[in-house]
């Protein structure tokens, strides 16, 4: 089915920011453009705010621009160039310790960098619209504190090991909870396992003792072991939790591997207990259909064997 053609006042305003906008800038506000359109002479365009937005939404339907509306036009961004940002921003991040624009200060445990440090790293942009342009190509999953904006960051999953740690010990009486969809078309995304993830980092595992040069980044690492598709840590007792997704099958499971002597300690089930209530939270919140048609079932010991709810 062939897409319906874009307007002409479209066109036109793509032909005005690609013409008029410099070279070297990667991303404007709307205020910039209307700024830009009062400056302009005999461009036929309204400089009326709900239509021009009309405009750059289908535009950034069409993907020639990426359009970030806002509460205001200050706030509303329109990366023109994401070629450009793409090289200056990914091409700092994740570059390997080998490249010259490797940075040590980005490296954490946990793939978590504040945004004060991305601001600092990236003085000439605003790091908002930046975060919402990684956040947009899937790269990244912002935490905002409603609390505290000092304490906002950001969650790269690039940033952590592709495979799961040889060195994770599992007991044969471990049980493991599982929990899968239901339904054949419904998905845990990878926004919810992003979530989950950086959830989890900071709410139980002990804070690392190696100590990182950044102090804003040794504050968010943590003595766990993060890979793509789960976390592991031990607590205070020793005992070994990993949450882990089979994206394959789209099953999440928990496991607490945990000797007979632990599992009689208070501590454990009401950590268990805690855990459990922050996954499904997060799949509430983020697979809200997979949360209300899931299926959950408890299985122990090397054979999976499947056992009662406790």
């Known amino acids: 089915k062939r897409c319906p053609p874009i307007s002409l006042s479209c066109h036109v305003l793509l032909a005005l920011l690609t013409e008029k906008v410099p070279s070297d800038k990667a991303a404007i506000t709307l205020s910039d453009l209307l700024q830009l ?11 009326n705010i709900s239509e021009i937005t009309e405009y750059l939404t289908t535009l950034s339907d069409k993907g020639l621009i990426v ?11 329109i990366v023109l160039r994401q070629e450009v940002l793409l090289e200056e921003v990914n091409g700092t991040i994740f570059a390997p310790a080998s ?18 440090v991305l601001q600092k790293i990236f003085p000439k942009y605003d790091i908002k619209m930046v975060v919402q342009f990684l956040f947009h190509r899937e790269l990244c999953q912002p935490v905002y504190d409603t609390t505290d904006a000092s304490k906002d960051c950001v969650f790269f999953p690039s940033l ?45 595992p002990l804070p690392s003792e190696e100590f990182i ?3 804003e980044i040794h504050h968010f690492s943590r003595k766990c072991k993060i890979w793509s598709t789960g976390i592991a840590w031990r607590d205070k007792l020793g005992i070994w939790f990993i949450v ?16 007979e002597k632990q599992k009689n300690n208070s501590h454990y089930p009401m950590q268990h207990k805690r855990i459990l209530n922050v996954i499904k939270k997060c799949c509430e919140d983020f697979c809200p259909l997979v949360a209300k048609d899931m299926k959950e079932r408890i ?4 054979s999976m064997e499947e056992v009662a709810f406790p």
């Open 244 to 259: 882990e997704m089979d994206k394959l099958l789209q099953c999440l499971s928990f496991t607490a591997s945990a000797n």
């Open 67 to 77: 359009f970030f509306p806002g509460a205001n036009p200050s706030d509303s961004w």
């Open 37 to 47: 359109l009062h400056t302009v002479k005999d461009h036929g365009l309204s400089t």
């Open 160 to 204: 952590v090991s592709n495979t799961r740690p040889s060195d994770i010990t599992i007991s044969p009486s471990s049980v493991v909870w599982k929990m899968h969809t239901s339904s054949g078309s419904e998905f845990f995304t990878p926004r919810c396992l992003h979530a989950l993830m950086h959830r989890l980092a900071n709410q139980f």
């Open 213 to 215: 040069h950044d102090k």
């Open 99 to 116: 490249f010259p624009e490797h940075r040590p200060s980005l490296v954490s445990n946990t793939g978590i960098i504040p945004l004060s």
């Open 299 to 302: 299985c122990r010991g090397p």
